[in-house]
Structure formats: structure tokens, C-alpha cells
């Protein structure tokens, strides 16, 4: 029932992984029933079937970048949104069970996103380690501890979970890496504006790619929209066929979001809305602060320009 | 009072010119008080003062260009706006005294609008002929009754009205010339929309004039609204500072263009609006009918982008 | 002979007028044989036939605007260049023959451009004196002299010359007016760029007028080429169908202006190049002076690209 | 040394692979050294060490998408260039020891690329398998062979050589799947232009996104230069921080796209060149043909234009 809280939380497993970690920093879900699925696809699809309220899945990683999946997953099937944030530092060690010693590791088991973001100190490291692609940074450490591989990538709960000893740690090549989650549920009123959201948008456009893109550009930048995310995915038609997710500073119920979406909605070959939501303020750091609207592009001068209109309509032009 | 039809109405004068023949082709002028004015500024300031209910005055000329003193007169002083548009086709006629030969012609009265418009004529047929700039068609023509210039070129209504023999007639260099007139009135609420209007503007912008015409042109072509006119003049302050008096299409009632209002007057210095009212539809001619809407901007995309906007804000995303 | 100074020059007539005190300005023409004409028309017909080398006409006017009768003068027939700017303050007085008192004067010569500048002084000082047109200020004043009529509105040189008693002097609305005039030539190597130069070009754009436009502000707007001033005029045909005069920084052998030139060659219907010319620095005013290149937009920017371009194309990625 | 044909090739291994078939298309590569290396990343040092003269490695997907390891390893360290884009259709097969029914299927493993193309056929014949991801197609038909997992998806010369079973051919969801590969060197001239060319570009804008992006494809469209792809990975500094990797249609020694690659270096923080090449024309489909220049963006358009700035600059203007 929309507005009702949800109260059954799935995530992306298994536990102990970064997914289960983001969810806890939710208070409703820390009371709540918390399952971890196998995948992305299953915990938004328990969503859908409503065996689940929520899901909390992975968006994006500052180093990995998009994980494909999701948004596969979002722009496909019934409609999902987006209700919620969580931004969370990633700090990766390096575990193996105890009494291994570095130059013996001959493989790492790791998550591709893991790898990824620790590529160049395993190439500094372990140069001739293979790296073995597992399906989560808990699946990993769980390997290493049965013996399957030599040493994991994953997370600092991991490690201690399954008694793995710490090689090395703060192992990722950018100290400040975050990955960014998303709460997913079934449609309903988007959560009030705070005045400072985002919203989230799958949008297809038409085949001449410069003209429609640059017209998708321009209905934002007409109202002073700001784009924090730009993605895009192949539709599976064919090479060179995308659908671009956008992440748009406002809330559908604002004024002037709510004039793009509709300018956005008119000039795209479709445009899938993936919900208004608060922005996670997870740092202080200047570039993540709210841009102020430029000149002309206020609530204010829409406000002001509403109520000129208002007037010339009615004929009073003082 | 608004809404109350005008009875007291002042033309540019004198009589028996262009803008008396516009003024008595809207049928509430015919059965009403028609007054002549000396100038443009005189019959808008008889509106202003409340002396008049309406003022017929010519705004612009196919050959001869924009009538730079009734932008200027709009732009300026209280506020008046456009109510109807009268477009009329103008044909000029050399006449003289009877007995004069058209090689005894030395001097030739026109008003500029007319000369300009008769000029290859003139260099074909009367080379050496000075033309003496007068205030009106209708001057031209008295003025060669009273024998101060040999000819004058006026309206075929002037050279009857004062028994001038007409030595050549259609003498206008682009027979299909028109002019274009403005009915004004105080402020008030507008004409209804017909479904083909036109709104008239008067915009100032900010310096750098590229970037700030750009983006006035951006407010309009990314909500499809056509541009049908557009002539700049000096603000008179310094070289190179203009207002832009534009006609668009469309009714300041229209969801479309509001929208591109509220954007213009968002990201202008200043807008002035000057009126919408019903397009004069003087000839079938293909280029003068309405355009229509681009792909993604008829009324229709607005109203279907409208309704799923409020769909996607109470969370109805089916 | 391209590079021969013209010693031939041809100016608006009559003598005493602005354009000849323009036309004094020019040390090559204070030396040279000067001949005033009846009408820009005449003076740019005797440029095109070889009968005077160059031709001095108002182009603008502050305050009056754009003199159309110079800018359809420059767009049709045989190509003219302008080669130079000259910008004259403009300074009228009523003269009157020597015993008129003020409150006598019940009619006035003026040139229509010098009664729009003194407009308001006019509705304060004679609102019921009929203002008569005449052809220039000149004409104004030998009118007065004559006793044709009361007073006259010129320049001061005209009332000395013409023996006519100042009645008030500095009635110009603006006291800042200056008139811009063009000296003008048959086709030619332009004169060399000095850094701060003008190009002016005659624009005609396809019937959709709001994408159109767009476009050709888009060709300038992406090179960093300012608009320094944008003229339309009818081009005849239509109501609705204009021809566009551009003033842009820089010259025409600049690399930037360049680009744009062959960027508006190609999306616009037709584009006559009018001249490149060096600016005339008439006042120290900020706002008059050389606006810097954007970022990214500069001479040396233009370089380092071409530069960087270069290297690539000979493989060469250092 | 730039101009001799590679004579030693390194591709993404192990053998038997999609990469390897993607190489043995290229008749320089049949006649010479090939060697499988265990990454992109390990393919591509060896290029820039001088190992080796060209590597093999895959860009992008149709259905998975971008593959972010090449597209970050190609954006860092010493430049590279592709020289050949190789397209080559994928196809699935499920491959299992002889004697396994589809029905006892608990495990599969295969490639994240693999799996994802796979997805629905998954989800209808496999529901409860779980599917674990391994480093490649090569991998996951020999751990099947292995008795590791149960099976495995991998191209049908992966499960010949391993000796598999295939229980199900076809298996990927869109049957026109394809992989582009990549042909990389180090920087040297680039192949001639064949009038049907790529030119791949990695481009860094500023914060202000929407502006910023807006200017970039601005550039592009001015020049009619197309965008046949737009990607975007995290620069790994913050969240919202991208480079965007860009596929225009033409050839670095292009007139057109030339002048447009200048106008991204003027605007953009950093452009890298990541080569022109040959479009591989791997199917006649419609949407694949190159796009004709719109109106005014011709090469003869661009010549045409160039012979009249030429004329202006010597003061022709006939």
C-alpha cells in the first residue's frame, strides 16, 4: 500500500557484502526483514511479485562505474522506482587464510568491480597472480577460506566473517571510492521534496544520435536542469542503439523538472521514470554540493514568471 | 471598459490614405467615430490619454520595412497591446495636375515608404525628377494639387480625392506589396484564441548578444513556437543596443507558447508583451498559412506529456 | 586599381550636411575631390559605374536606427564593399530666421531622422508645430532661410551657412546620438586586419525562420564571433521574408571568422560579404570596446588546436 | 616502425576464445605470430613495451554493453590507436559433459558478458542454477569439462574442443548479437580515409555537465559530424566525474571532422585520439550505412565554401 513503510527488505547477497552493510544504514530496515538474494535480477524481481516491499541494489561504483545489470534490470519488465539512495565508502583488503604469505599467492578470487578497483596495486603486488571473476566480493573470501583460491579481494567484514587474516589492506587504487545503492520499490507517490533530490531517468531516443541527443541536452539546459549522471546501454537491437539513464538535480514535483520531463517526453522515443528522491549527502566535499540554479532559473523567477503570465493572460499588463 | 467593443477610433491621417482604407475594413470602425491623428505618437497618445478607445496604425511595409516610429511608440510609455492586424495591399499611382506630360515632371512629392517602393520605377521613368520627401500619401497628393511639386505618388483614392489626372498607374517596383496595420488599445484581456494567432513582443536582452539572442531563440524553438517577424531597433542609448519586437506564433492563452513566455521573460532583461490576436489571413498564398507543429509540439504532445506528468506525481506509472 | 587610394569620393548631399562633415574626417578625402549626391542610391551608382572611387553613407543612427535605404542599396546589384567606419556625434539646433521667436514657430523643417531624435524636445517645446519632412538637414534649413517654413532642425554648420538664428541648441533627446557612416568601394583586397576589426555581411536564410536564425547565431556562437548588431529588412518578396545585416568582430582573414563565414556560407540560402574594416574607435566607453574571446575561443587557442590537429594527422600523439 | 605491417599480434585469451576468431578474420594476423594474453590490460602493455605490434581486444558488446576495462585501460598511460575495428557475431551454446541432462543443470559457468546475453534463456530453462561468473568463454567450457560446474556457456568451438556436450544451441536472447573487437598499436599515421571511416575519441568536460556536454555535441553538430557512440566511465576521482568515450563518423583527415576535433580541444578539459579507421561493414542492414552529410555539410559543401572565403579574402567577389 503506497505511503505504508515498507517492512520486508531484500538485497543483493550474500550476506556480508557491501549491498547488506548499505542496507543496514537504513533505520527502517534495520528493524525490518532483511533477505539476501542471488542477483540482481531475483531481488528486484521478489520486488515486482511482491514478495518483497524493497531491494536494495547497486547502482554505480566512483571506479567500476555503472553496473550494467541494474539498469538493465530497471529499464525492462514492469515499472520499479527508485525511493532512495545510500552512498557508501568502498575499502577493500586483501585475505587469505592464515599462515599464506603474499609472494605464495598464485590467485585471487574477486568480484569484477573489486578487481577492477584494485588494479593497480595487484599489478604492483601480485603481477603474476591470476585473478579469478567471482560472483561477490563474500563469495570470495568464502572461496579463499575453502581453500579454492589463495587470496580474496573483499571486504573488511568478509575477511573476519570467514577468519580470513589480512594481507594487505586499503588495497583499492583510489582511497575515496564509493558505490552508490539504490532502494527499489513498486510505484507509488514519490517521497515529498526535500530541495534537494534527484531524479532518475531511462530515456530512448530516436536514431540520428547527435540531433536527439543534443535536443534531449537542451530541454534540460532551457530550464536549468543539471545532469549529475549521464549512462549509456546498449538496447540489444543492434550495435550503436542506446538507452541513456540520466540523473537530474530536482523532484518530479517541482516546477521546472517537471517542465523538462514533459519537454523530455514529447522529443524522446520514450522516457521511463525511475523516481524522485533525496540526494545521500554522504560528503561535504564542494563538488557534491547542490549547484544553485543560474540566472533566470530560481523557483524564484519561475515563480515570478508564472504569476507575469498569470497577469497578461487576464490582461493586466502594470 | 474591457470586454466593451471600441467606438471612438483615431487613425494616422490624413484622410484618404492607406491606414483610413485598413481602418474601414474592420466593420466596427465603419459604423463608428473615425478620427485622423497627425502622427503615429499623436493617435497612440489619444489611446493612452483615453481620448480614443483604438488606434490604426502601420507597423510595417513588405518593401519598405518596419514603421521604426510605431515600434518605437509601443516600446516606450504606458503600455498598449495589438488587437487586431489589418494587412492591405498597396498600390501606388503617379498623379499631376491635368495637362502635365510625364516628361515635364521635375519634382515628384511621395512619402518615403512610397518612393522607397516606386523606386525602380522612378529610375526608369523619371531619372532626373527630384522627390521630395512629404509626411503622408495623402500630402503628396495635395501638394501636387496646389502646384508645389509637378507629381505626386499616391494612392489612386488620393488623386481622385483631389482631381489629379493619373499619369501612370501600378507603379509599385513588387505589385503584390501590402502593409501591415495594428489596431491598439489600452490593456485588457485578449481576443480568444482562433487556433491562428500571433503574438507580438518587444524584448530587450542582455549584452553580448550572441549568446543572448541564442538563447531567446532557444526558449522558442525548444517549445516549437515559429517566429514569423523579427526587426530590431536602437534603445537609443548607444550603437549596438537593440530591442527585438518579435511576432510569434500562437495565443498568449496557449500552453506552448506560455511556456516559451515564462522562458523569455526568465532569461530577458526585460519583455514587453504587445498583444495576441487573429492572424489576418489576406491571401491563400502556400507560405503564409500556418505552420504546424513539429514532431513532439502539437497540442496534442503537450496535452499527452501534461496528463503523464501528473500521472507520474501521484505515482501512477502504468 | 585595387590598393589605389581613392581620389574620387561621392558623398550623401547636399553640402552642410553630417555626411560631408563625415566624409572631412577621412584624411584622404580632406585632399581628394568630393561630390555630394542627391540620394545613396545616386552616390553608390556613380561607385558602381567607376564615375567616383568611394561613397560615403549613413548606415545607422543611434537613435533612428538602421537607414534602410542604404542597407537595400548594399544588398542588391553589383557587390560594394565598405572599406571604413565613421562615427559622428549628432548635434542639432532650431534655427530660424533672425527675429522667429519660439513660441511663434508653427511649422518645422526636419529630416525624419533628425524629428525622431528630437521627439520629446519637440512635444515639450512645440507640440502643435507641424514637423514637414524634407530630405536632408541641409535641405531643413535652406527651407527656413527661404521662409517655407518657420524653423528648421540641423546641424549647426546649416544654421551658420544658411544665416538662420539659433533658437535652441542641443535638442536632441539623447545627447550621446552619433550617426555611423560606411565608405564604400567596388570589390577589393580588404584592408589589412589591425586586431580590432568589423565584418559586415547581408544574411539570407531559409522560410523556417526560428531554426534558421538559430542556426546562424549557432555558426557564430560556436567560433566566439560577437554580433555586434543584426538588421533584418524585408527582402521584398513577402511580409515575413527578411534579409539580415550582420556587424561581427574580427576580419575576414582571421582564422575564426574564417571559419564562421564558411560555416554561414554553408547553412544559410545566400550570404553577401559587405567588407571588413577596422573598428572606429569613437569613444573610450567600456562598452565599446573589443569584447576578449571566450575560453577556449582565442587567437591562441585557434592555434594550439590547429597545432594539435596537425600532430595527429601526421600520427604524432606526444 | 609506422607503416610496416604488424607482424606480431597479442590478443585477449586463452585460445579458443571469441577474440581469437575475431583476430584470424584479419589476413595480416593468419600469416603471423599470435599470443593469447590473460587480460586487456596484459595485451595492451605489451603493445606499449614493444612486445608486440598490435592487440586484439574487445570494446563493446550489443547486448553487455561497453567492456570498461578496455575503454579505461585505452584512456590511460601512453597513448594508443586503433587501427581496424573487427564486428563478429556471437553465439551461444550450453555445453556439458556427455550424459548430463538439461534438468541437472545446478551450475553454469560463464562469462558476465555471456551470462547477460543469456538472461532470459536462463531465467526460462535454468531458474534455480546458479551461474558463476569466470574470466572467459574458454574458462567456462573447461571447467565444465573439469566437473567444476555442471555447465558452461561458451561459443561452439569452445565446447568442441573441450569435448562438450551441447545441450542447447542459439541461447543468447537476440540472435544478432554481435562483438566488436578492436585492432590496437602504438600512435603512428593513421590508415588512409576510405570515405566509410571511425574515429574514436576519449573526452574530458568540465563539471557544469549538461553546459558542458552540450557544447561538446554542439561542436559536433555544427559540423554534421555523427555520433554513432557515446559512452561514459567514472574518471575514478568522485561520483559524477566522467570521461566520455565518443565514435564519430569520419576520418581525422576529414575537412569536417577536422574542424570539429579543434573545436573539442578549444572547449573540452582533454581530448584523446584514439584513432581513425575503416568502419568494418559486417551486414548491409539499413542502420548501419553510413549517414549521408545533411544539407550545407557536404565535402562539397565544405569546399565550396572554402573556394568562396579564398575569393573573399583576395577581394573577389564575383
Redesign the interface.
Known sequence: M?GTPPTRFVYLGPEGTFAEQALRTIPAAERANRTPA??V?EALESVRAGDADAALVPL??????AV??TL?ELAEGD?L?ITREV?LPVEFVLGARPGTSLPAVRSVAAH?QAS?QC?NWL?AHLPDA??????SNGAAAAGAAAGEYDAAICAPIGATRHRLEVLADKIA??P???T?FALVSR????PPPTGDDVTSLAVYIA?????A??SV??????RG??????????T?????R?VFFLDCTGH??DVRL??A???L???CADVR?LGSYPRHRWTA?A??RP?PAPA??SDA??A???A??AR???????
Not at 540489444?236 to 550503436?240: D, V
Not at 497578461?312 to 499588463?317: F, K, M, P, S, W
Open positions: 503506497p542471488r542477483s535480477g554505480e561504483n566512483s571506479i567500476g562505474g550494467g545489470v538493465d515499472p522506482v552512498i569484477p577492477t588494479r599489478r591470476v585473478v579469478v571473476d567471482v560472483l587504487d583510489h575515496d571510492a564509493v552508490r510505484p507509488g507517490p514519490p536514431h540520428d544520435r547527435v540531433g541527443l543534443l541536452l537542451m530541454e534540460l539546459a532551457v536542469v543539471n545532469l549529475t549522471r549521464i549512462e549509456s546501454r546498449p540489444g537491437e543492434a550495435l550503436g542506446y518530479v514535483a517537471g517542465e520531463l514533459q519537454g517526453r514529447r522529443v521514470f566535499a563538488g557534491e549547484v533566470g532559473l523567477d519561475y515570478d514568471a508564472a507575469w503570465l497578461l493572460r487576464r490582461g493586466d499588463l502594470t
